[in-house]
Nanobody, 124 residues
Framework: QVQLVESGGGLVQAGGSLRLSCAASGGIFRNYAMGWFRRPPGKEREFVAAITWTGGSTYYANSLKGRFTISIDNAKKTVELQMNSLKPEDTAVYYC?????????????????WGQGTQVTVSS
């Protein structure tokens, strides 16, 4: 069983930055992938970024590439999402997830474990 706890969300002005963190516990294996998704108000959940547990490969939503960076610290079992140049449309609940297949999928259904989410609000 895997448990995920996100932190680092909050209120920030447009143009600012936030760094989200996801602490994982339980059985994490080298062939897993970790992903970040978000759910904007009134919209469907959408893919943000994913990274292999070894950190060797990453995958980003095209619209976020260049502003968001995903990273992983295996020793601490922590995945982070650095978000820069934030826009009001980045406002959402951000979720961390584990994909046991390790394919860096952008599809939410491919992920097996989810955190509770952390709210990010970007004011204009």
């Amino acid at each position: 069983q895997v448990q995920l706890v996100e932190s680092g969300g909050g209120l920030v002005q447009a143009g600012g930055s936030l760094r989200l963190s996801c602490a994982a516990s339980g059985g994490i294996f080298r062939n897993y992938a970790m992903g970040w998704f978000r759910r904007p108000p009134g919209k469907e959940r959408e893919f943000v970024a994913a990274i292999t547990w070894t950190g060797g490969s990453t995958y980003y939503a095209n619209s976020l590439k260049g502003r968001f960076t995903i990273s992983i610290d295996n020793a601490k079992k922590t995945v982070e999402l650095q978000m820069n140049s934030l826009k009001p449309e980045d406002t959402a609940v951000y979720y961390c997830a584990v994909e046991t297949a390790g394919s860096l999928s952008s599809v939410a259904d491919a992920y097996d474990y989810w955190g509770q989410g952390t709210q990010v609000t970007v004011s204009s």
